[in-house]
């Protein structure tokens, strides 16, 4: 079974830019993923229903989440 980890960096009053880790790995090497936040909250609900409760959403510690609002 996969475990999935949304880690937010910078959210923003329409959007949030995160990585994405599967298994402990980072799978977005190019740079943050970024959604509009009703995309996010669904992609976060479908990985956890889907995982069956393996999928975490965090904020950012080192360097600190940014919020732009």
């Known amino acids: 079974m996969n475990k999935y980890q949304l880690v937010i960096v910078k959210q923003t009053r329409h959007h949030i830019f995160f990585n994405l880790l599967v298994n402990g790995g980072i799978s977005n090497a190019n740079g943050y993923n970024c959604?509009?936040?009703?995309e996010f909250n669904r992609l976060f609900k479908d990985l956890f229903?889907?995982?069956r409760g393996?999928?975490?959403k965090s904020y950012c510690q080192n360097p600190p989440t940014e919020f732009y609002y």
């Open 35 to 38: 959604l509009p936040t009703e």
């Open 49 to 51: 229903r889907a995982s």
């Open 54 to 56: 393996n999928c975490v």
